[in-house]
């Protein structure tokens, strides 16, 4: 059974680097083809998708958030983290990390497994 867990502080300050880690048990963040992906919940509003690093290393971020993200990974620790630099109170927002599959040639994303959410506060 494939178990995520997210980790990392809960407060940052505007203007620092958001981090946060995710520790997957049960299966290898190098299994074909999966992609380890964060996704986040603003207050009152819905998901957000962040980004990915797949079962290959290689990264993909949201348009709108590609200029402040990195998400990278350790294979040894069979981890993968997402950084987000320039904080500010809009980044406050419960923040998971999944795993997903695509379905379809419109590489539709199917996530399967989800951590059970961290919340991280931006401190104004």
């Known amino acids: 059974q494939v178990q995520l867990q997210e980790s990392g502080p809960g407060l940052v300050k505007p203007s620092q680097t958001l981090s946060l880690t995710c520790t997957v048990s049960?299966?290898?963040?190098?299994?074909?083809?999966?992609?380890w992906s964060w996704i986040r919940q603003p207050p009152g509003k819905g998901l957000e998708w962040i980004g990915y690093?797949?079962?290959?290393?290689?990264?993909y971020y949201s348009p709108s958030l590609r200029s402040r993200t990195s998400i990278s990974r350790d294979t040894s620790k069979n981890q993968f983290t997402l950084q987000l630099s320039s904080v500010t109170p809009e980044d406050t927002a419960v923040y998971y990390c999944t795993r997903a599959s695509v379905v379809g040639p419109a590489f539709t994303y199917k996530y399967d497994h989800w951590g059970q959410g961290t919340q991280v506060t931006v401190s104004s």
């Open positions: 690093i797949s079962y290959s290393g290689s990264t």
């Open positions: 049960g299966g290898s963040i190098t299994t074909n083809y999966y992609y």
